[in-house]
């Protein structure tokens, strides 16, 4: 904590008259010195037993901004002022009880005396969020904008106190837990993650060392209005009341990790303050300004405010948002909703789906019946326009069923599949925070053991037992059978919230992509202009996404039977009587899937064969597609063009490109002189009215140039098309990121939609896009930036190598280069090359310094495709076998 920043106020305390000494840190002094003037005040108050050490990082981050608008002249300057709450911190111990009425009083007082003027924004975490709300709602014409932190404005009516204040509350225990001894502050300290040094935590512990000094902390907690007998419930009451009231922008940033203010609270806050904008850190906790970097966010939020809005809203104040788009009812435009198809072949007999295991057909006139049924059923069962309703089932004809049902009448289909592995399902299904789950009974059992949120509705009728155990309250026959009459609400607006998809987590915690009616309308239409899926196609789906657009295309669908959380699992034969199901003219497999159905082609037989002749067009995407690869599935299909599509949850489909433009591909980056050619992947031209632009990297890896279309220009990939997501659920700080601020000089196009997606690569002379890595794989080692996949691939040419990845260990500028291997025949365990042909023919073939060769038996790879390595992880474990750590599996 930079000491400058720390000064004491003496301030007439309103409960005794007499004066009391505050202590706070305040970098209004070093702005004088500055000679700049602030826009406005952060008024930072802590919770409980923390203090204003809390807010140092914030302080810090600020005056830095504010020095650099000295320099440059340009840039907004804030003023922070972090308080340490009267018995708390440096503060004066007065003996004096203070419920929470008199500490909202106190902080009034406190900025009376600083004649503290507006515009005034309030960060606030812990208990020191309520306080901070209270002196919100009670200065109006200051106020300007709310920051919170983990914190609770009420205790939800259906939710008990968290444990560990219960526990603390207990009589006996409180005193001792709180007061006595440190037990209570060391049990905050310790909700850290990753865990404070020892240097941090003597930071929170310095005002707190004896017994004497940590009244205030008991005091805190004995505070906590557990009912409406508590002296300070009708504050509170009158707090929580007010918050509705505000109408100045607001920001939540959240530790889901957190025991005691847990999602739960969260979205009580989100119900108070509907137009607020959230970001939730996963991995982060209860202290969460210690466990990332928050401090950046809140700045690059305060600065959207200023240049979006006046800084003087207040109370009463029209806020200049757009009211949420997912309560829209009206539907808008022309365009073909999702369920057009369904609707057309009502009374078509003609196959709609099948389910391979157990085998069954279903027509367009049951489907489409079923959906309608279920539609009105769901309603009836109390499921309304933009309710959220987590889809735990596997892909089938109920799945799909379900989720055309809730699309129809409004409601947001969370589709989070079992390829994220538990504990990421898991976390996005609480992150979503569904008002209904509809699952089968595994999903359903994992949903009762997690306490997963929402109303439970089971795939099939279960035994009264299993279904009390499992809180479910209906079945889908039973939603059905109530949904008989089919009556209908009216259709969702296409602006209308329509479906959250989670990203597959590969290069960290999955993400929730939102997509409205209007972009998944556009997803549909760029999948059949781009690959003739229309009504009458048969569609082989090994991927869900696609199985579940099936219907919307007017396809034939199916999915093979395999597993879906493993696509390595699909065969040859599952592949071709998938296809011979549906008689398939399309088929659509993850690279791994592909895989393991071109190793497993012996056990063809001839009518195998013959149903993959009939297919026309092949694709296969979710990862890099080795040209080989391609090859050898287009033998199986050998009257079928194979392609490789590039996309990602965002947005389905951005470029194409077929095996032969592969090859032409290749042709022309031979025939570049050396040096020329950065390599990659070639994943074609962009598809219908998507537009590509490349943002430039910089000496340090980062993207700062202005996005264009120039060629031979690495950096990272920025795209535009009609069918990218809304937002990410919840993601302020991404969608920040993920949000191009700068749009293209050639973006003409009137509300056009740019997004940074967070690949790396280049065009070339012919417009073709060449993915080279992830932005946060590239490596910066003391010769300059190096992308991954090129030196990956050019690894991979060599004999006795199956696949490679290139990781960087050491300090970003410096970092030292390491190829990790799978190769054939497999290492039977992990090891490090000493010299030998095939160290020197790695970095011969790569022409870089490679540090060291490590060789494994399996590359670390992502859950849903098993396809996606994952170089963050490599590196790290690199870094460690390298350092001395034991040789095992990374």
């Known amino acids: 904590m930079d000491a400058r920043f720390s000064r004491l106020v003496e301030v007439s305390d309103g409960g005794s008259g007499r004066p009391v000494t505050w202590h706070l840190l305040d970098n209004g002094p070093v702005l004088d010195e500055l000679g700049v003037t602030p826009v406005g005040t952060l008024l930072c108050v802590h919770g409980n037993p923390t203090w204003s050490y809390l807010w140092r990082g914030l302080v810090a981050a600020a005056t830095n901004a504010a020095t ?68 919100a709602v009670d200065h109006p014409e200051l106020l300007s904008g709310v920051v919170l932190l983990n914190t609770a404005i009420h205790q939800p009516e259906d939710r008990a106190i968290p444990w560990p204040l219960r526990l603390a509350l207990q009589r006996g225990v409180l005193g001792r837990a709180t007061v006595a001894t440190p037990a209570f502050l060391e049990t905050t300290l310790a909700l850290a993650h990753p865990p404070l040094s020892a240097e941090v935590k003597n930071g929170y512990r310095a005002p707190y060392r004896s017994a004497d ?120 435009g022309s365009g073909r909703p999702l369920w057009s198809v369904l609707d057309e072949l009502r009374d078509s007999s003609e196959t709609a789906l099948v389910d391979m295991k157990p085998y069954r057909t279903v027509s367009w006139k049951l489907l489409s019946k079923r959906v309608r ?45 079992a390829g994220l592995g538990l504990p990421g399902l898991t976390r996005a299904v609480r992150g979503a925070r569904p008002d209904h789950v509809i ?81 998944l309308e556009a997803v549909r239409d760029a999948l059949s202009s781009q690959y ?97 690869l391609l090859a050898a599935a287009g033998r199986l299909m050998p009257n079928a063009t194979p392609h490789t599509p590039y996309g990602m949850t965002e947005g389905l489909l951005m470029t194409d490109i077929t095996l032969d433009g592969i090859r032409a591909a290749a042709d022309d980056a031979a025939a570049l002189p050396d040096g020329e050619h950065a390599g990659g992947v070639c994943v074609g031209r962009p598809a219908g009215s998507v537009r590509v632009r490349i943002a430039a990297l910089d000496e340090n890896g980062m993207p700062v140039g202005e996005p264009s279309d120039q060629p031979g220009v690495t950096g990272e990939i920025v795209l535009s098309a009609p069918h990218l997501k809304q937002a990410y659920d919840r993601l302020w700080a991404t969608n920040r990121i993920a949000d191009a601020d700068s749009v293209p000089a050639a ?44 030196p990956e691939q050019r690894i991979e040419s060599l004999l006795g190598v199956n696949r490679a990845a290139l990781a960087g260990i050491g300090p970003r500028g410096t970092q030292q280069l390491v190829a990790v291997l799978e190769t054939d025949p497999a290492a039977s365990r992990p090891a490090a090359l000493g010299d030998s042909d095939l160290v020197a023919a790695v970095r011969h073939a790569t022409a870089l310094d490679i540090a060291a060769v490590l060789v494994v038996a399996a590359l670390p790879t992502d859950i849903r495709h098993n396809s996606k390595i994952d170089r963050s992880a490599l590196s790290r474990w690199a870094e460690g076998v390298l350092s001395g750590a034991k040789l095992s599996a990374p």
Not at 301 to 328: A, I, M, N, Q
Not at 481 to 493: I, K
Not at 549 to 567: C, E, I
Request: proline fraction near 7%; glycine fraction near 10%.
């Open 439 to 519: 699952g089968a009974l595994p999903g359903l059992t994992v949903a009762r053991a997690f306490s997963w949120p929402g109303q439970k509705i089971s795939t099939t009728t279960l035994p009264l037992p299993t279904a009390l155990a499992l809180g479910v309250r209906h079945s889908l026959g039973e939603v059905a059978r109530l949904g008989a009459d089919e009556s209908l609400p009216e259709p969702p607006a296409a602006s209308a919230v329509a479906a959250v998809l989670f990203t597959s987590g590969s290069t960290g915690p999955a993400k929730g992509v939102v997509y409205t009616h209007e972009q």
């Open 213 to 332: 000094r940590r009244g205030g902390i008991g005091a805190f907690v004995a505070d906590i209005p557990v009912d409406e007998r508590h002296e300070s419930w009708n504050e509170l009451e009158r707090i929580a009341a007010g918050v509705r009231e505000l109408g100045v922008p607001s920001l939540m940033l959240w530790g889901p990790r957190d025991p005691i203010f847990s999602d739960t609270y969260l979205d009580d806050l989100g119900e108070r303050m509907p137009l607020a904008d959230i970001h939730r850190f996963e991995g982060a906790g209860h202290m969460i300004a210690e466990d990332v970097e928050y401090a950046p966010v809140v700045l690059d939020w305060l600065g959207g405010l200023s240049r979006s809005r006046p800084l003087s809203l207040s109370k009463g104040t029209e806020p200049v948002d757009k009211p949420p788009f997912d309560k829209l009812r009206e539907r808008e």
């Open 532 to 628: 003739d899926v229309g009504v009458g196609t048969g569609l082989v789906a090994g991927f869900a996404p696609f199985a579940l657009l099936g219907p919307a295309l007017g396809a034939r669908s199916v999915t093979p039977d395999m597993n879906v959380t493993s696509p390595r699992t699909l065969t040859a034969k599952a592949t071709a009587r998938a296809a011979a199901a549906v008689d398939a003219s399309v088929v659509f497999l993850s690279p791994a899937a592909l895989a393991n159905v071109v190793a497993t082609a012996d056990a063809l037989d001839a009518s195998d064969t013959a149903a993959l002749a009939g297919v026309q067009t092949f694709l296969s995407a979710g990862a890099p597609v080795p040209e080989s």
């Open 373 to 417: 049924q279920l539609a009105a059923g769901l309603v009836r069962a109390g499921v309304e326009p933009g309710d959220r309703v987590s889809l735990l089932i596997p892909p089938s004809a109920d799945l799909t069923a379900v989720l055309y049902a809730c699309l129809r009448i409004g409601a947001v289909v969370v589709v989070a599949d």
């Open 68 to 135: 650099a608008v000295a320099e440059t002249g340009s840039g907004d300057v804030w003023r922070v002022i972090a308080v340490d709450q009267l018995e708390m911190g440096f503060s004066e111990r007065t003996g004096t009880e203070r419920p929470l009425e008199r500490r909202v009083a106190d902080l009034a007082a406190l900025t009376d005396t600083l004649e503290l003027t507006g515009p005034v924004v309030t960060v606030g975490h812990d208990w020191g969020g309520v306080v901070s709300m209270g002196w």
């Open 747 to 790: 973006a003409d196009v009137q509300g056009e939609r740019w997004h940074r997606t967070g690949d790396v690569g280049h065009l070339d002379a012919a417009g073709r896009l060449w993915v080279e890595g992830r932005l946060p794989h590239v490596i910066v080692t003391a010769g300059g930036v190096v992308t991954p996949v090129g």
